[in-house]
């Protein structure tokens, strides 16, 4: 079933659409953050960035968001507020990244430095965390990719430099030495920072000076100039001429250095003569062997000249964004104005380019109706800000992730201007103004947004202008209400087609204005007319809009000062809010309606709701309620069918505000995404599993987790049992090969972050042994007896099933015995299979060795007895009862004085025979671990050995 919801605003009526779902288990409910849109809320702040290696961070006053850069795109992964970072909200605090992209340095600058290490899935873990400075009343400083400096003030005209070094291979950080500087202008200076140098400049209004970094800050160089705004001033290295640029306005110092880091002489120079293209020193910047500058779009390299000026190449042109920040080993810049871009530069001056435009959520639109936040497609949603549209791709690994913006035409921006508004049309969305309409749809891979303008024109060819409310009967039929009249279109080929019109000459003083909202529940159409505080009760159905009823709204409201707010619906029943004149709630309450009218629940609402509740199924709702903390919503389950209808879940850390719904995940625009679960748990506190001998089985240990939590759970356990392995997946295996009973503990995980444990517990059972030695000796045509009882035993004193696996002459198995005679000598071998009847099996192998049957003395070497004569009237002569009838030659002819005894051999033959025949072809099928019917028809028909008794 299909519900069709909408919600008056002042800017429109918003249609949306669930899919209802099954009945949701509403058992440990809970809700979690599960991520963290890629329209985030730091990088609107953002006004620096650091890029090194693959790893891309923008920070701000607000937050710090990292990304993963690749060769084609650079990716969100995580974001930290700043109170992450800082012990207090208006502490400021600056970040180092490492150059391997790997580690970060945070300084909060009212007495912490903490290492991070950034893991593989661009997370930050905390590694060291360092106090300074605890009295200070001032403290400044700079970070490097390998240390913090820091400039201490706890009283005037002193200042302490304390070096704190940073070593990202092992996230760890060491104090140095401080130096006390005592010079009450210190600090009104700036300090630029040159460690693989082992320099500092110290810029001051009247003199440049420059100190050992390595060696107590012992001063290297001093110098006087006219700086007038030392935070104004750039320097910059060059690593071809070992020299230092500083920028002082229209000049260049520089100071040319020895190999030893010293200052071997200096000079002051005009800029415009000494850098090429109007450039500034803080165009400049190095890597570790070229000295290299922006200007505008361009790349140049600089080189000195015999002259002593520098010239520039040019290394690629277009490739600069503005504002760029560099990572010097992949030469990759990155920026962020209107757009976020990284481009990589290469060794041949040519360069590649990741571009992408920045959310709408960054913008800070004025108001939550400029982004409907409205599903489109099958798993996309769509926004607008009054410039641009933005589709974000909806799903439940990433939460809300930015597709495309699509700036608006000069012609949709004339519609959009004083826009009427938006509304869900199936799959696509509506958007219309006066007369003209434009239908949004998304291509086939929901990767770019379609656009088909049109009016709308009614059956005389005039147009439809002036319309007060608008609704969605269907995914492709939408009805338009202006004056009374109702119009109904139909999307057919991609346009708006007017379809017909109904009068239904509805009581109403302002003619169903912009004060009546609408709610379309299949072929229930629900009119809420604010002003005369009455719902009429529209039916659609045979392609005929009709009356069907007029009911007074449940609430009573003084039109002068009272009013309704928004009506919300869900699981069939209405939740209806009255006002007083100052937006104070008079009364609410969540109503079903029947036949007689409105009919109140009785549930005692705590508050009025914070937003919209979430439809988990048919019967089924999660509510929301304000309790005053930042961020943190109560929730309530409304259940239909439960015997407590509305039941308290919890208070939860939730995001609040518009959210665009996609089963149990609420994405929320610019903010992030929730999903509504279970605790994790398993159905049953532990499992109970059998391991049979020689009988290989497996289990899905996901059958014991609900059905809305098998889908990405991962199960791990460091226990190892012999013959027993577990995959991820969920899959418990065992070998059939000898074992042990155990108790194993699985940890169980899923993508929500979510953990449990599961216990199996193990049983083996072992199969039937023998106990004695299984060779036999054997004569020829000499009866040969084995009771099984006498070979084999199980420890568990069950009952044992024995199978045959092979074929031998004149053999019988009945009930505890196995019987054979063997007709001529030689080696041979009988295959079995020993079970209990629980399923254990054992394979074995009867060894029989046969020798021929040892002839009596006498008349036995004559050899009358096989010539064939035993037919004659001798044949009762007192030869024939010599012993010869046990030659090999005795069942040839008719011996009289056995002919019953052999008869009746004869036929436990055939018996035996018989039995044979099914055991060969049971064996031959490979049923040696056959089913437990054959087994137990073993067991019953055949054969029952115990436990030998001692």
Not at 44 to 69: C, H, P, W
Not at 365 to 374: E, R, V
Not at 903 to 908: A, E, L, Q, R, Y
Request: proline content about 3%.
């Amino acid at each position: 079933m299909k519900t069709i919801l909408s919600a008056f605003t002042a800017l429109g009526i918003y249609l949306f659409s669930s899919d209802c779902l099954a009945t949701f288990n509403t058992n440990n409910l809970t809700l979690k953050k599960i991520n963290s849109h890629e329209i985030n809320q730091y990088e609107a702040t953002s006004s620096k960035t650091l890029l090194n290696a693959s790893t891309l961070v923008l920070y701000g006053r607000d937050g710090l968001s990292i990304f993963e850069v690749t060769d084609d795109d650079f990716i969100l992964k995580s974001e930290y507020p700043h109170l992450h970072f800082a012990s207090d909200a208006r502490n400021t605090v600056e970040y180092a990244l490492s150059e391997n992209g790997k580690s970060l340095l945070s300084v909060d600058f009212s007495g912490n430095i903490i290492v991070w290490q950034i893991t593989e899935e661009y997370k930050l873990v905390e590694k060291q965390i360092t106090e300074f400075n605890p009295d200070s009343w001032s403290t400044s400083g700079q970070l490097t990719s390998s240390a913090f400096y820091a400039y201490e003030n706890s009283e005037r005209a002193v200042t302490k430099f304390t070096p704190y070094y940073w070593d990202p291979a092992n996230f760890s950080i060491s104090k140095g030495n401080s130096v006390t500087i005592n010079d009450e202008d210190f600090d009104q200076g700036k300090q630029h920072h040159y460690p693989d140098l082992g320099l500092v400049l110290h810029i001051a209004k009247d003199a440049l000076t420059v100190f050992d970094l390595n060696n107590n800050y012992q001063e290297m160089f001093n110098g006087s100039f006219d700086f007038r705004y030392p935070g104004r001033i750039a320097s910059a290295y060059d690593p071809v001429n070992h020299t230092l640029l500083i920028h002082n306005y229209d000049t260049v110092i520089e100071l040319t250095l020895t190999t030893d880091n010293r200052v071997a002489n200096h000079r002051e120079v005009s800029r415009e003569t000494f850098l090429p293209d109007n450039l500034s020193v803080h165009d400049i910047f190095s890597t570790d062997n070229r000295l290299l500058a922006y200007n505008y779009a361009q790349l140049l390299e600089l080189t000195l000249t015999s002259d002593n000026n520098y010239a520039a190449t040019e290394v690629c042109a277009g490739c600069v964004p503005s504002s760029p920040n560099l990572d010097k080993e992949t030469l990759r810049l990155y920026s962020k104005s209107t757009s976020l871009k990284v481009n990589t530069i290469n060794n041949d001056g040519s360069f590649s380019s990741i571009e992408r435009q920045k959310e709408q959520g960054r913008l800070k639109t004025s108001g939550p109706d400029y982004y409907p936040n409205l599903v489109i497609g099958d798993s996309s949603s769509l926004n607008f800000n009054g410039r641009f549209f933005t589709l974000s791709a909806l799903s439940s690994e990433r939460g809300q992730t930015f597709t495309k913006d699509i700036p608006l035409t000069d012609q949709l921006h004339n519609q959009t201007t004083s826009y009427k508004g938006f509304y869900k049309l199936g799959k696509q969305v509506l958007f219309v103004k006066n007369d003209s309409y434009t239908l949004i749809s998304t291509n086939a891979d929901e990767t770019d947004l379609n656009f088909k303008n049109g009016k709308l024109v009614l059956e005389n060819s005039s147009e439809l202008a002036e319309w007060q409310a608008v609704f969605a009967l269907t995914d492709t039929q939408v009805v338009f209400v202006s004056a009374g009249d109702y119009y109904l279109f139909e999307v057919i080929d991609g346009e708006l087609a007017f379809k017909q019109v109904f009068d239904l000459n509805l009581a109403s003083s302002t003619r169903l204005n912009k004060h009546t909202s609408y709610i379309v529940d299949g072929i229930n159409i629900y009119a809420f007319d604010r002003d005369l505080q009455k719902l009429h009760h529209l039916l659609f159905d045979n392609a005929q809009l009709s009356l069907h009823k007029t009911i007074d709204l449940p609430i009573f409201t003084n039109s002068l000062t009272d009013y309704y707010g928004e009506v919300t619906y869900v699981n069939k029943r209405f939740y209806l809010p009255a006002y007083w004149g100052f937006g104070k709630i008079s009364e609410h309450g969540i109503y079903r309606l029947e036949e007689s009218g409105f009919v109140k629940e009785d549930i005692a609402l705590p508050r009025v709701p914070k937003m919209s509740p979430a439809q988990l199924s048919d019967t089924q709702s999660l509510w929301f309620f304000d309790v005053g903390n930042y961020d943190t919503l109560d929730t309530y389950l409304l259940d239909t069918e439960a015997e407590s209808i509305f039941s308290r879940v919890g208070e939860f850390d939730l995001y609040e505000g518009k959210y665009a719904q996609r089963n149990h995940y609420l994405h929320f625009y610019s903010k992030g995404t929730m999903v509504i679960t279970n605790e994790l748990s398993p159905t049953s506190e532990s499992v109970e599993l059998t391991l049979n001998q020689g009988n290989p089985t497996s289990w899905d240990l996901t059958t014991y987790f609900s059905e809305q939590q098998r889908q990405d759970l991962k199960f791990v356990t460091t226990q190892t049992l012999p013959g027993v392995s577990l995959s991820e997946k969920g899959l418990l295996e065992f070998d059939g090969q000898p074992s042990n009973s155990q108790s194993l503990i699985v940890s169980v995980s899923n993508s929500l972050e979510q953990n449990a444990e599961l216990s199996v517990q193990l049983t083996y059972n072992s199969a039937p042994t023998a106990i004695n030695n299984l060779e036999f000796a054997a004569k020829t045509d000499k009866e040969l007896t084995i009771t099984f009882a006498e070979h084999f035993v199980d420890d568990k004193d069950l009952p044992i099933i024995v199978e045959l696996n092979g074929v031998l002459d004149n053999m019988t198995l009945s009930k505890n015995t196995l019987t054979i005679t063997f007709s001529e000598a030689g080696d041979f071998k009988l295959p079995i299979t020993t079970y209990d009847i629980e399923g254990a099996s054992s394979k074995h192998t009867l060894m029989f060795k046969v020798e021929e049957k040892e002839e009596s003395s006498g008349d036995s070497g004559s050899g009358d007895s096989g010539s064939g004569d035993s037919g004659s009237g001798d044949s009762g002569s007192g030869d024939s009862g010599s012993g010869d009838s046990g030659s090999g030659d005795s069942g040839s002819g008719d011996s009289g004085s056995d002919s019953s005894s052999t008869n009746t051999g004869s036929d436990n033959s055939n018996s035996s025979s018989s039995q044979n025949a099914e055991q060969k072809s049971e064996s031959q099928g490979g049923g040696s671990g056959g089913s437990l019917f054959y087994l137990l028809g073993l067991m019953i028909g055949l054969v029952t050995v115990r436990k030998k008794q001692s």
